[in-house]
């Protein structure tokens, strides 16, 4: 079986935690294909030099450079469905995965896609006019001529079967999961000397991680350390792209007694992140809605203590595992701070209670698996072709 794997959507650091599943997932899938099976990667001119960097030494793995610049999303789509057919009938694709949300228009053979979550729907207000009128038809008409759906979570498959729509039987889950480098200590001196470069102020600090999209809701983190910024020693720090968000972020930041005690980062490279989380003392997730939420699903992995909100997927992924605030609430938010950064025995043992728990939480979720899963839904969609 010829699996053909569409890339062209992936422009490195600009599509979030989708770069992330799609780059691990190939990471792991040439290990589980049996003889006679190939994976065949469609290349940009964007992500060209990373997946080669990723891939070029993996078994069973042709990589195809179309060549394409692909931060045009018209020429993108015209190349997709014009040219894209064509090579895939030249290299005799027998199933093709769209990992980033679009089919295309006669592959020539099965093909299953990625969607991963309805956002779209939710919080139409977190895209451009021109981007969002492109999802509301691309997204359903993409369930319906699919074979199958691939997504990130229960949550998200829900969401998908009612908003699609599509048939629920026809949407397959393959849960993402981090890196193990997450979980692995970094040498406490390193940590103290990369957190230093970062932010130039030594602990201690408050974490969140997230582009300012407007669901994410950033400015409930800034709005809850105001409240409490005279009371506490810590910093926040804020990592994450400004988008359609960032004026609701700026008013909050602008409205702080003291600015000066928060450090925007808007790109860490991933080591750099790694030593960000495990130096914080509590990470923030406001957010209002997730297909998956995978910075929840890093911090729990450094034993992290996490406060987040009881929406979307991050129940599903973070468990009992995580502090729950009420959404869009700054003073729930800064309670539930004040409750795990505390000096008293009882913040000392909820921080361990947590730490535990979310190791153990992270722990139940497996690239290894997330890429079985992507296989199985290949092989289906071939099966009953």
């Given at each position: 079986?010829?699996?053909?794997?569409?890339?062209?959507?992936?422009i490195?650091?600009?599509?979030g935690?989708?770069?992330?599943?799609?780059?691990q997932?190939?990471?792991?899938?040439?290990?589980?294909?049996?003889?006679?099976?190939?994976?065949?990667?469609?290349?940009?001119?964007?992500?060209?030099?990373?997946?080669?960097?990723?891939?070029?030494?993996?078994p069973?793995?042709?990589?195809?450079?179309?060549?394409?610049?692909?931060?045009?999303?018209?020429?993108?789509?015209l190349?997709?469905?014009?040219t894209?057919?064509?090579?895939?009938?030249?290299?005799?694709?027998?199933?093709?995965?769209?990992?980033?949300?679009?089919?295309i228009?006669?592959p020539?053979?099965?093909?299953?896609t990625?969607?991963h979550d309805?956002q779209?729907?939710?919080?139409p207000?977190?895209?451009?006019?021109?981007?969002?009128?492109?999802?509301?038809?691309?997204?359903?008409?993409?369930?319906?001529?699919?074979?199958?759906?691939?997504?990130?979570?229960?949550?998200?498959?829900?969401?998908?079967?009612?908003?699609?729509?599509?048939?629920?039987?026809?949407?397959?889950?393959?849960?993402?999961a981090?890196?193990?480098?997450?979980?692995?200590?970094?040498?406490?001196?390193?940590l103290?000397?990369?957190?230093?470069?970062?932010?130039?102020?030594?602990?201690?600090?408050?974490?969140?991680?997230?582009?300012?999209?407007?669901?994410?809701?950033?400015?409930?983190?800034?709005?809850a350390?105001?409240?409490?910024?005279?009371?506490?020693?810590?910093?926040l720090?804020?990592v994450?792209?400004?988008?359609?968000g960032?004026?609701?972020?700026?008013a909050?930041?602008?409205?702080?007694?003291?600015p000066?005690?928060?450090?925007?980062?808007?790109?860490?490279?991933?080591q750099?992140?790694?030593?960000l989380?495990?130096?914080?003392?509590?990470?923030?997730?406001?957010?209002?809605?997730?297909?998956f939420?995978?910075?929840?699903?890093?911090?729990?992995?450094?034993g992290l203590?996490?406060?987040?909100?009881?929406e979307?997927s991050?129940?599903?992924i973070?468990?009992?595992?995580?502090?729950?605030?009420?959404?869009g609430?700054?003073?729930?938010?800064?309670?539930?701070?004040?409750?795990?950064i505390?000096?008293?025995?009882?913040?000392?043992?909820?921080?361990?209670?947590?730490?535990e728990?979310?190791?153990?939480?992270?722990?139940?979720?497996?690239?290894?698996r997330?890429?079985?899963q992507?296989?199985?839904?290949?092989?289906?969609a071939?099966?009953?072709?």
């Amino acid at each position: 079986m010829k699996i053909g794997v569409n890339t062209l959507f992936l422009i490195p650091g600009e599509v979030g935690g989708t770069e992330t599943v799609v780059r691990q997932v190939l990471g792991k899938l040439p290990a589980l294909l049996a003889d006679g099976d190939e994976l065949v990667v469609f290349l940009n001119g964007e992500n060209r030099k990373i997946l080669l960097r990723d891939l070029h030494q993996a078994p069973r793995t042709r990589l195809v450079d179309t060549r394409l610049r692909a931060t045009s999303r018209v020429r993108r789509c015209l190349f997709e469905n014009l040219t894209l057919p064509r090579l895939l009938r030249a290299a005799a694709v027998d199933v093709l995965w769209n990992p980033g949300n679009n089919a295309i228009l006669r592959p020539g053979c099965p093909q299953v896609t990625t969607i991963h979550d309805m956002q779209y729907t939710r919080f139409p207000e977190d895209f451009t006019k021109a981007t969002l009128r492109v999802m509301q038809t691309l997204v359903p008409w993409s369930a319906r001529h699919s074979n199958l759906v691939l997504t990130i979570s229960e949550f998200s498959r829900r969401e998908i079967a009612e908003r699609a729509p599509a048939p629920f039987d026809k949407i397959r889950v393959a849960l993402p999961a981090v890196e193990p480098a997450f979980s692995e200590p970094l040498p406490g001196a390193f940590l103290a000397e990369r957190v230093m470069a970062l932010t130039r102020y030594p602990d201690p600090y408050l974490l969140a991680v997230s582009n300012t999209y407007p669901h994410k809701s950033m400015e409930t983190v800034v709005q809850a350390f105001a409240r409490i910024q005279d009371r506490i020693p810590h910093r926040l720090v804020l990592v994450g792209r400004p988008r359609l968000g960032e004026p609701a972020l700026e008013a909050a930041l602008e409205a702080l007694p003291d600015p000066a005690r928060v450090t925007r980062l808007h790109y860490v490279e991933k080591q750099d992140l790694i030593a960000l989380y495990q130096r914080a003392e509590a990470f923030l997730f406001p957010s209002r809605y997730e297909g998956f939420g995978l910075p929840v699903l890093e911090a729990l992995s450094c034993g992290l203590p996490v406060i987040c909100c009881r929406e979307g997927s991050v129940p599903e992924i973070a468990g009992e595992a995580a502090l729950y605030a009420k959404t869009g609430d700054p003073a729930d938010f800064a309670a539930q701070i004040l409750s795990v950064i505390a000096s008293s025995p009882e913040a000392a043992a909820l921080r361990t209670r947590l730490s535990e728990a979310g190791r153990a939480r992270a722990r139940q979720f497996s690239w290894q698996r997330c890429a079985a899963q992507t296989l199985a839904a290949l092989r289906e969609a071939v099966e009953a072709d």
